[in-house]
């Protein structure tokens, strides 16, 4: 076993149980930028620096998007840094389901198959997998329900790795863009969100009620018998 591919599989795997643990809306970011920005690197060959410039390149872009969508600021009504869903069984928990991931893809390395890629890319994939489901079935924010996206990406990208080995520079450059452009997805709907209502993350806010709108057509006065209101400039 390689001891540096070993650490940053757990940078990774420890990126991902913050990222799903933690309220604060910025500790979560920052974990899942450390998943985004250490995936490339659990590959046995390294890619190639193009590609891994790119990937690098991309994980900060799409962590430095949503942290602006996550700052303090007076965005909306708050003027403070808004809440994430957090876990509701705790971040000891947390670990546990990231290690039974962990044992089930590195029990299930090659899928039966022999395979090119290390089997440390194929047990830190299926335990970020493992951390991305509570997420995207029980989140009720935007930013929670990111930050699953997230994770599931790159525990499929490496899942991939672990198949089919280091990826070429085309396919690093492809998915550059896809992360790039899916941080930058959830910031903007997080922006969406603040904006709306009462500056959190939830997707829905209930704000005061229904308002009313007035009828298109002429009221009816009573007292006319029956005819239209005059309209009054």
Known sequence: MNPLLAVVALAVVGGAVAAVSIRDVRAAILGASAVAVASPLLADPLPAPIGLAARLLAAILAGYLLWIAGRDGGIGRSATAPLTGGSRIGWPAEILVAAAGAVVGWSAHGLGASAPGPMLASAAGFAVAALAVTP????????????????????????????????????????????????????????????????SLELTVEIGGRRQRPPDAHPIDEAAGGQPAPVQS
């Open 136 to 199: 995207l079935l029980t989140g009720r924010d935007v930013m929670r329900l990111g930050v699953g996206l997230i994770l599931l990406l790159h525990a499929g990208l490496l899942v991939l790795v672990a198949l089919g080995g280091t990826p070429p520079v085309l396919e690093e450059l492809v998915t550059a863009g896809l992360v790039a452009a899916l941080g930058g997805a959830i910031a903007a709907l997080a922006m969406a969100a603040r904006s709306d209502g009462d500056g």
